[in-house]
């Protein structure tokens, strides 16, 4: 089962949770970064270089003060000039540099995101119907959107923070002992009630930012359902319910955010007292080496440039902090997605089946949601090659998960569904889908013409094609009379079509496929009764010369059968033609008879 409840809702993981996710995270990033190691080695290459070439200036200035000043009072103008060139040749060098940087490391951000980026959409397509059926669109929306921008932000503008702010501060440190140790013993000094700071700062920061990321996942997801569903928003006149719902999302978005900027508004205030007092002592200290003639005057600016120059990042570093937390919390939530497993995993030795008769076999099935919820508790059938059987039974029997496990988007607990005699979880991902083909109830269009959403029962199908497989199942008339025909675009979702006009060409999708196996899931309980009249017609077509199964809650669609099996609690207890089950008086024909009684 799914584990991405705790990483999306909980706060308080424990510590060896957080390990985990953190791991995850980590493991995830060196993927990314591991095919580019190359460009990676040349942009640290160019950040070390460009950082030593800035963090000279300081010594060359003291350099100048105390030697090239005096050698120029006595007309030596040598080492004053090599000093001035050797600033402006560090200066330009490290522009130069750092530019270069800069283009290095969009390239690199950029291709980690699209990397990223690919692995999530086709990994969230391999993953199985239970992932998508428990993980909301709005959560998958999330993920693809806020928290890849996070990532973004951190491997753009963040990165370079840490990288430039963090060996800057290093080699500042380095540079200020090389010029004057007392000095770099005071900053290392000012490092305790620093690190003291910056492990208050990263402890409360990281649970703050998680928080954050849960908060606008919600957000997200409390929107994106409800412009899904705004029909029915608006029908049952949800919208006073969803603007207090949605406001108690906002606010608990906003105090969350406004939370973390009082954790900044603690930190930059004692970072800047630390910088100061520090820069405080290394002027007292030095001004009285100075006045006892144990320090040069340069060598005291240089350690005030270099105690200075130190702290200026640490603002910079707090800030990349901010990205690196929202950026992890984002990792977090995108690795969990990828680590997710495929409920019905693709099979280690396929087997092939190029031209698949249609028998289909249930063997002591057992299969269960949950370890509470059994839907089938043990299942045999056997539907022989070219038979059309309707399922029929009250809500929650069992008949659609049958029909799921069918079309294998779920696996049995127990025992084994098979076609002509092949495992399922054996069968070839490909011979699979092409022989068995599922038509659901809501018959989705994708954006695009008519002929393209045809087409996508058999890829590359010539127009002659799909116009054959429309005329078979009567969707040619209907088609013609759109705007541009069969090149109308159908808007989004199909909106441009009828319900009934949608699920004719559905059928013609599926007949284009021409699947062994044609199951067809409450495929007519949306239509009206003159488009049901109408389906009905491509349907004895579609259905012709192919195994069937056909589930629905009206009976006028059941008549089209040659078997009809009643279901009640995931078993069968009815099992026969139309005819002998109404000639009967068990429970279909008490349907039929009841169904007959509301068309008076």
Known sequence: MSTLGVDEERDDLSRDENRTIRGRSVRLLGSLVRPMRGLVGLTATVILVSTVAQVLGPALIAYGIDTGLPAMLENDWLPLGVTVGAYLATGVLGAVLIAWYTVLTARLSQSMLLDLRKRMFLHTQRLSLEFHESYTSGRIISRQTSDLESIKELLGSGLNQLVQGGLYMLFIA???????????????????????????????????????????????????????????????????????????????????????????????PVLILI?????????????????????????????????????????????????????????????????ELPGVPDPAKPVDLWEAKGAVDFDNVRFAYTPERVILPSFSLEVPAGQTIALVGTTGAGKSTLAKLMARFYDPSEGAVRLDGIDLRNLHPKDLRRAIVMVT?????????????????????????????????????????????????????????????????????????NPAVLILDEATASLDIPSERLVQQGLQTLLAHRTAIIIAHRLSTVAIADRVLVMEHGRIVEDGSPAELIAGDGRFSRMHAAWRDSLV
Not at 231 to 260: I, M
Not at 308 to 330: C, I, K, L, T, V
């Open 275 to 339: 910088g100061n007092v520090t820069l405080a002592v290394v002027l007292l200290v030095g001004g009285l080496r100075v006045a006892d003639g144990s320090l040069p005057i340069g060598v005291l600016l240089a350690a005030l440039l270099y105690t200075r120059n130190f702290f200026a990042p640490a603002e910079e570093m707090a800030m990349f902090y901010n990205s690196y937390q929202s950026a992890a919390a984002a990792l977090e939530k995108i690795s969990g997605v990828l680590d």
């Open 441 to 513: 109830q809501e018959a989705y269009l994708f954006s695009g013409t008519v002929a393209d959403n045809i087409a996508l029962g058999k890829p590359g199908a010539s127009l002659e094609e799909i116009q054959e497989a429309a005329m078979a199942v009567g969707a040619h008339e209907f088609i013609t009379s759109l705007p541009d025909g069969y090149g109308t675009d159908v808007n989004k979702r199909g909106g441009r079509v009828s319900a009934g006009q949608r699920q004719l060409i559905s059928f013609a999708r599926a007949f284009l496929a």
């Open 174 to 268: 380095g540079m200020l002992f090389v010029v004057d140790w007392v000095s770099g013993l005071i900053l290392l000094g000012s490092l305790v009630p620093l690190w003291f700071l910056s492990r208050w700062f990263q402890k409360n920061s990281q649970r703050m930012f998680r928080r954050t990321r849960v908060a606008s996942a919600r957000m997200i997801v409390q929107f994106v359902e409800t412009m899904t569903g705004i029909r029915a928003v608006q029908a049952f006149r949800k919208e006073r319910r969803n603007e207090a719902e949605f406001g108690e999302l906002v606010e608990n978005n906003r105090d969350t955010n406004a939370k973390v900027i009082q954790l900044f508004g603690t930190f930059d």
